[in-house]
């Protein structure tokens, strides 16, 4: 995430949110930066970071970490729902079908495709692991997502 993004957000939740802000513990002494709160919680949704693991990099107890995250997904949903989280309306698609017009893809408005690619070499204990039901055979998932603004990869 690019920094000017994060740092909206991050800026946008402690407007709006007491959870979001800096504060004084029993002592007197500052406790966690909004951007220690944030960054706790986009790491556990963007890399599957356990919350326990946040306290070596971060100095974040587990259970402050799972809370930074409950909040930080409540907030976010709160903020943007009406700006982002919607679906697209007419002028949007249309938008996006000029986009791929003009990328030589007329009538995309984004693509997500997966393909099921044998393992030969699959250890025995994962066999039944990677084996799907209707191909019989081990096999690893490849996926490529397309839109107007990225291209990503997979596996």
């Given at each position: ?7 909206r ?11 979001f ?15 220690q ?16 693991s ?31 989280l ?38 025995i204990a ?13 096999s ?14 997979s596996?």
């Amino acid at each position: 995430m690019r920094r000017p993004l994060f740092l909206r957000i991050v800026n946008a939740l402690g407007d709006w949110s007491p959870h979001f802000t800096t504060r004084k513990d029993a002592l007197n002494r500052e406790g966690l930066s909004p951007l220690q709160k944030c960054t706790a919680a986009i790491r556990q949704l963007a890399y599957g970071t356990p919350a326990d693991s946040l306290d070596e990099y971060l100095k974040i107890s587990k259970t402050t970490a799972i809370d930074c995250l409950k909040n930080f997904v409540q907030r976010v949903i709160d903020t943007y729902d009406v700006e982002y989280l919607r679906s697209p309306n007419t002028e949007d698609t249309k938008c996006l079908l000029r986009i791929g017009e003009g990328c030589g893809f007329p009538g995309m408005l984004g693509s997500l495709d997966c393909k099921h690619r044998r393992w030969e070499k699959c250890p025995i204990a994962w066999k039944g692991q990677f084996t799907p039901g209707d191909k019989g055979w081990p096999s690893l998932i490849l996926e490529a997502v397309a839109s107007q603004d990225s291209l990503h990869h997979s596996s």
